[in-house]
């Protein structure tokens, strides 16, 4: 009798993110691919197992004004042009399909330029198969024997796995196979002759330590990423995979001939996991059924013929590997039927398209719009990396650009700590990929730099190990027949010594001869027994098949409803997927056009940026052109107000002068109309006219004859010191009697340096024009400092003025009042007659002053 089962103890919940202080890096892995000529030139040293050294092309070293310039780079690890595809695999993809098995996930990269060699390092080449087909072959050694049957895990739609009884399972096998999908290989199936030198694995690859108490389930998946579309490679519609035919709007044309496939969406499951809604999930049971899926989903792939490549891969390829497990029950015999215990894990290989620049791959069209997506999605995908980098480096928290490609927001989870990230980088040594091959090496720079958490291990089911192999042992049919077996041996009686060693002996053979016939009669009645007991087993086999006949007829009228229900479910599904295409397709014109606003406002606020900063600058300009003009004008304005005081100035001269001639012409003309004198006086002579206008003069000029005056020079108040004598050229010397004089002084018409340096005290002689119209002259002083830094400095303490000012008229007395002299001669005060016999005149204007011309006027007599 069976023991009751017991129900299995839920697994703990495991918090995401609980290990965020356990982070490994980015595995970053370098593989260099042979030449293809061994006369091209070679810009790619393997210096050793860890060290590339890339090397400046000579061209390029012409074209940078002969700057030769080395640099390293640093890689988990460097595999040659000698490293086999067993080496690779060893390193970089065992460890991933070992983490598959005990339920991590992985994901696997290869980078590279367009004909570096990625596509050969994931799928491989006849006889010497890639690590897609290496990984495939491990998973099917380490759990070939613990494989659930078909269709006891099934997939739906939100990225997740139901299970099924065996009762379930082999009803939905019959049923398919009844219906043959093209979609399911069958593993009857002989290899296909083209891709089975690919998956001929010399080499024996297993796991260790494979939980033998669990059932497993294998499904695969094939999608490629497309002009940032995602498309399933797996699924069975018409398609052309190398010319396919696209309109102006970018969309696929629609004719009899062509039927594009429908792109698929992104969605978040309820662990916040991407995955492709809609994506086909085949189950597969060998290497050869997985890899005849892959085959089949590779001739799907665009590729093209570029000027780089013959075959170049134009998308980004995704095979997804999900490993199922489930823990058989407590009895070992039946898988688990609780969806809890399910555990899924996912190894995803991915095989980028190259990055390439259209002026080397001369690509035009379809292959230019192919290009630029490729090398948008590689951007975002180095962007991605960046932030990350930074994030972790500086703490910082900003957000990570994930959704700007389907590329990186499929596989945003794996960067979030949901498994472990190797990358390989393909590189081709040649001269001419040096630059895209110096943009990579930056790029896995940048990538092994990121951390990515380490993910939590399976949790344990909490059932007793070794449930699979005890039950075999306790029930299985080879242990049956080795039971009843013993008990049919023990059951007869032994056999006594045969061995005769007298030739008298007669007990021997009649004991032999009673042994062997009771062993006879035991022989006869188990074979009754066993008739009879066959006979009851055929009776009862009898009524089994009977009810069995009754449970599938029941069975069958179940099948049949829950068939009627599934076909209306699937045509409400039908058209629940309609409506929901029609809505996406809705949703993407709106996109689509929410992106062309976008693009247009951001436009327009460039527009807008770009108008008020030439505002901003026609402003400042006219706010430095007033500041300019206020200027000039202040400028001009003084300017123009000493000119106007200098021309008054000289033109209050010009009438002064003008009004003492007219004076003293009056003067004179009065003198002659008063004059009593009848006689006429003889004309006096020219120098006695000069004597008269001598003496007589009020500005008396200077005795022609007198001795010379030695001029007396003015000593300043502070001589005493050294000094630095500064009068400029444009000054007047103005032949004053009284001049300023310094002992000692250094005189210089323009300042300087040495002669400052030599002296303790600085004068300035200026001239300026006084109100009077007389010059003035300041003498500005100061003292000489020695600065920190060498140099001069003056500070000023004193101004002294020196004026000029012409002698004031007398005061003149009438001729009544005025004494005799004693001598007889005339005095220096005369009357007005006497003053008006002698009429001087002055032009206008003339810098000699008054006395300039003398003319002797007679007294004319009255009538």
Same mark, same amino acid.
């Given at each position: 009798?069976?023991?009751?089962?017991?129900?299995?103890?839920?697994?703990?919940?495991?918090?995401?993110?609980?290990?965020?202080?356990?982070?490994?890096?980015?595995?970053?892995?370098?593989?260099?691919?042979?030449?293809?000529?061994?006369?091209?030139?070679?810009?790619?040293?393997?210096?050793?197992?860890?060290?590339?050294?890339?090397?400046?092309? &000579?061209?390029?070293?012409?074209?940078?004004?002969?700057?030769?310039?080395?640099?390293?780079?640093?890689?988990? $690890?460097?595999?040659?042009?000698?490293?086999?595809?067993?080496?690779?695999?060893?390193?970089?993809?065992?460890?991933?399909?070992?983490?598959?098995?005990?339920?991590?996930?992985?994901?696997?990269?290869?980078?590279?330029?367009?004909?570096?060699?990625?596509?050969?390092?994931?799928?491989?080449?006849?006889?010497?198969?890639?690590?897609?087909?290496?990984?495939?072959?491990?998973?099917?050694?380490?759990?070939?024997?613990?494989?659930?049957?078909?269709?006891?895990?099934?997939?739906?739609?939100?990225?997740?796995?139901?299970?099924?009884?065996?009762?379930?399972?082999?009803?939905?096998?019959?049923?398919?196979?009844?219906?043959?999908?093209?979609?399911?290989?069958?593993?009857?199936?002989?290899?296909?002759?083209?891709?089975?030198?690919?998956?001929?694995?010399?080499?024996?690859?297993?796991?260790?330590?494979?939980?033998?108490?669990?059932?497993?389930?294998?499904?695969?998946?094939?999608?490629?990423?497309?002009?940032?579309?995602?498309?399933?490679?797996?699924?069975?519609?018409?398609?052309?995979?190398?010319?396919?035919?696209?309109?102006?709007?970018?969309?696929?044309?629609?004719?009899?001939?062509?039927?594009?496939?429908?792109?698929?969406?992104?969605?978040?499951?309820?662990?916040?996991?991407?995955?492709?809604?809609?994506?086909?999930?085949?189950?597969?049971?060998?290497?050869?059924?997985?890899?005849?899926?892959?085959?089949?989903?590779?001739?799907?792939?665009?590729?093209?013929?570029?000027?780089?490549?013959?075959?170049?891969?134009?998308?980004?390829?995704?095979?997804?590997?999900?490993?199922?497990?489930?823990?058989?029950?407590?009895?070992?015999?039946?898988?688990?039927?609780?969806?809890?215990?399910?555990?899924?894990?996912?190894?995803?290989?991915?095989?980028?398209?190259?990055? *390439?620049?259209?002026?080397?791959?001369?690509?035009?069209? =379809?292959?230019?719009? *192919?290009?630029?997506?490729?090398?948008?999605?590689?951007?975002?995908?180095?962007?991605?990396?960046?932030?990350?980098?930074?994030?972790?480096?500086?703490?910082? =928290?900003?957000?990570?650009?994930?959704?700007?490609?389907?590329?990186?927001?499929?596989?945003?989870?794996?960067?979030?700590?949901?498994?472990?990230?190797?990358?390989?980088?393909?590189?081709?040594?040649?001269?001419?990929?040096? &630059?895209?091959?110096?943009?990579?090496?930056?790029?896995?720079?940048?990538?092994?730099?990121?951390?990515?958490?380490?993910?939590?291990?399976?949790?344990?089911?909490?059932?007793?190990?070794?449930?699979?192999?005890?039950?075999?042992?306790?029930?299985?049919?080879?242990?049956?027949?080795?039971?009843?077996?013993?008990?049919?041996?023990?059951?007869?009686?032994?056999l006594p010594s045969c061995e005769i060693l007298d030739i008298n002996d007669e007990r021997t053979l009649?004991?032999?001869?009673?042994?062997?016939?009771?062993?006879?009669?035991?022989?006869?009645?188990?074979?009754?027994?066993?008739?009879?007991?066959?006979?009851?087993?055929?009776?009862?086999?009898?009524?089994?098949?009977?009810?069995?006949?009754?449970?599938? =007829?029941?069975?069958?009228?179940?099948?049949?409803?829950?068939?009627?229900?599934?076909?209306? $479910?699937?045509?409400?599904?039908?058209?629940?997927?309609?409506?929901?295409?029609?809505?996406?397709?809705?949703?993407?014109?709106?996109?689509?056009?929410?992106?062309?606003?976008?693009?247009?406002?951001? =436009?327009?606020?460039?527009?807008?940026?770009? $108008?008020?900063?030439?505002?901003?600058?026609?402003?400042?300009?006219?706010?430095?052109?007033?500041?300019?003009?206020?200027?000039?004008?202040? *400028?001009?304005?003084?300017?123009?107000?000493?000119?106007?005081?200098?021309?008054?100035?000289?033109?209050?001269?010009?009438?002064?002068?003008?009004?003492?001639?007219?004076?003293?012409?009056?003067?004179?003309?009065?003198?002659?109309?008063?004059?009593?004198?009848?006689?006429?006086?003889?004309?006096?002579?020219?120098?006695?006219?000069?004597?008269?206008?001598?003496?007589?003069?009020?500005?008396?000029?200077?005795?022609?004859?007198?001795?010379?005056?030695?001029?007396?020079?003015?000593?300043?108040?502070?001589?005493?010191?050294?000094?630095?004598?500064?009068?400029?050229?444009?000054?007047?010397?103005?032949?004053?009697?009284?001049?300023?004089?310094?002992?000692?002084?250094?005189?210089?018409?323009?300042?300087?340096?040495?002669?400052?340096?030599?002296?303790?005290?600085?004068?300035?002689?200026?001239?300026?024009?006084?109100?009077?119209?007389?010059?003035?002259?300041?003498?500005?002083?100061?003292?000489?400092?020695?600065?920190?830094?060498?140099?001069?400095?003056?500070?000023?303490?004193?101004?002294?003025?020196?004026?000029?000012?012409?002698?004031?008229?007398?005061?003149?007395?009438?001729?009544?009042?005025?004494?005799?002299?004693?001598?007889?001669?005339?005095?220096?005060?005369?009357?007005?007659?006497?003053?008006?016999?002698?009429?001087?005149?002055?032009?206008?204007g003339s810098q000699l002053g008054p006395g300039y011309q003398h003319h002797a006027q007679p007294k004319?007599?009255?009538?």
């Amino acid at each position: 009798m069976k023991p009751a089962r017991t129900k299995t103890p839920r697994k703990p919940p495991v918090k995401k993110g609980s290990q965020t202080s356990l982070k490994d890096p980015v595995g970053v892995y370098c593989r260099v691919r042979p030449l293809s000529l061994p006369e091209q030139e070679c810009c790619i040293e393997v210096i050793n197992n860890t060290t590339v050294q890339l090397h400046t092309p &000579e061209g390029y070293r012409l074209n940078r004004n002969g700057d030769y310039k080395e640099t390293q780079y640093s890689f988990k $690890q460097v595999f040659g042009i000698h490293t086999t595809q067993k080496e690779l695999f060893d390193v970089v993809a065992n460890p991933l399909v070992d983490d598959l098995i005990h339920g991590k996930n992985g994901l696997l990269f290869t980078y590279g330029v367009t004909g570096s060699g990625k596509t050969h390092t994931m799928t491989g080449s006849p006889r010497e198969g890639g690590l897609l087909p290496r990984c495939l072959d491990m998973l099917f050694n380490s759990i070939g024997s613990f494989q659930a049957k078909r269709y006891v895990f099934k997939s739906n739609d939100r990225n997740s796995m139901d299970i099924q009884c065996e009762v379930d399972a082999l009803l939905e096998r019959q049923k398919r196979e009844a219906t043959p999908n093209p979609k399911t290989p069958s593993s009857k199936r002989q290899v296909d002759p083209e891709f089975a030198d690919m998956i001929n694995v010399q080499e024996f690859c297993k796991a260790e330590e494979v939980d033998e108490d669990s059932v497993y389930g294998v499904f695969v998946s094939y999608i490629e990423i497309y002009n940032n579309y995602i498309y399933d490679l797996l699924e069975e519609v018409p398609f052309d995979p190398i010319k396919p035919k696209w309109n102006s709007c970018s969309t696929p044309m629609r004719n009899t001939d062509f039927v594009p496939p429908q792109s698929k969406l992104l969605r978040e499951d309820k662990n916040h996991n991407m995955y492709v809604a809609g994506c086909t999930e085949v189950e597969v049971k060998s290497t050869e059924e997985a890899f005849e899926v892959f085959w089949r989903g590779q001739k799907k792939r665009r590729i093209a013929n570029t000027h780089l490549n013959h075959e170049s891969s134009r998308s980004h390829s995704v095979f997804n590997i999900k490993l199922v497990q489930a823990p058989l029950d407590a009895d070992g015999d039946n898988v688990l039927q609780e969806k809890e215990q399910i555990t899924i894990s996912q190894l995803s290989l991915v095989d980028l398209a190259g990055s *390439e620049r259209t002026n080397r791959t001369k690509a035009e069209g =379809n292959r230019l719009r *192919e290009a630029g997506n490729i090398n948008q999605s590689l951007m975002t995908l180095r962007t991605c990396m960046e932030v990350l980098r930074e994030n972790q480096t500086y703490g910082t =928290n900003k957000m990570v650009p994930y959704r700007d490609s389907k590329l990186t927001h499929l596989f945003k989870n794996y960067f979030d700590g949901e498994g472990k990230v190797r990358l390989i980088v393909c590189v081709n040594p040649k001269a001419e990929d040096y &630059e895209e091959s110096l943009q990579v090496m930056r790029f896995a720079e940048v990538t092994q730099e990121v951390e990515v958490a380490r993910p939590t291990d399976k949790a344990i089911c909490g059932l007793t190990p070794g449930r699979r192999y005890r039950n075999q042992a306790r029930g299985g049919p080879v242990g049956d027949e080795l039971l009843v077996s013993e008990v049919v041996l023990q059951s007869f009686p032994p056999l006594p010594s045969c061995e005769i060693l007298d030739i008298n002996d007669e007990r021997t053979l009649p004991r032999l001869v009673e042994a062997l016939e009771k062993r006879h009669h035991l022989r006869q009645m188990m074979i009754d027994e066993f008739h009879k007991q066959s006979i009851t087993f055929k009776a009862l086999l009898q009524e089994f098949d009977n009810a069995v006949l009754n449970k599938e =007829n029941y069975v069958q009228g179940k099948l049949n409803e829950k068939e009627k229900v599934i076909s209306g $479910q699937k045509s409400e599904i039908e058209r629940l997927e309609k409506k929901n295409k029609t809505l996406e397709y809705k949703v993407e014109i709106l996109e689509k056009t929410t992106t062309i606003y976008e693009e247009d406002k951001r =436009n327009l606020q460039q527009e807008l940026e770009t $108008q008020n900063q030439k505002l901003q600058r026609q402003f400042s300009d006219k706010r430095r052109l007033e500041a300019r003009l206020q200027g000039m004008v202040t *400028e001009t304005t003084m300017k123009w107000e000493k000119e106007c005081e200098r021309r008054v100035a000289a033109k209050q001269l010009e009438m002064q002068n003008k009004l003492w001639v007219k004076d003293e012409k009056l003067k004179q003309l009065k003198a002659i109309v008063t004059e009593p004198k009848t006689e006429r006086p003889e004309r006096p002579s020219r120098e006695r006219d000069r004597e008269k206008a001598t003496r007589r003069s009020v500005s008396p000029s200077p005795v022609p004859n007198a001795p010379p005056v030695r001029l007396r020079h003015r000593r300043s108040r502070s001589a005493g010191d050294r000094w630095v004598d500064h009068k400029p050229a444009s000054n007047l010397q103005t032949e004053t009697v009284m001049q300023p004089h310094v002992p000692h002084a250094i005189t210089v018409s323009v300042a300087n340096e040495k002669a400052l340096a030599k002296c303790e005290k600085y004068m300035l002689t200026h001239q300026e024009l006084a109100s009077d119209g007389e010059i003035e002259t300041k003498l500005i002083k100061g003292d000489v400092y020695k600065t920190r830094g060498g140099g001069q400095s003056v500070q000023f303490t004193e101004i002294e003025t020196l004026k000029q000012e012409s002698p004031t008229g007398r005061k003149r007395r009438s001729s009544t009042g005025a004494p005799a002299q004693p001598d007889g001669t005339e005095s220096e005060w005369t009357d007005v007659e006497t003053r008006c016999s002698v009429a001087v005149e002055m032009r206008a204007g003339s810098q000699l002053g008054p006395g300039y011309q003398h003319h002797a006027q007679p007294k004319r007599k009255k009538p």
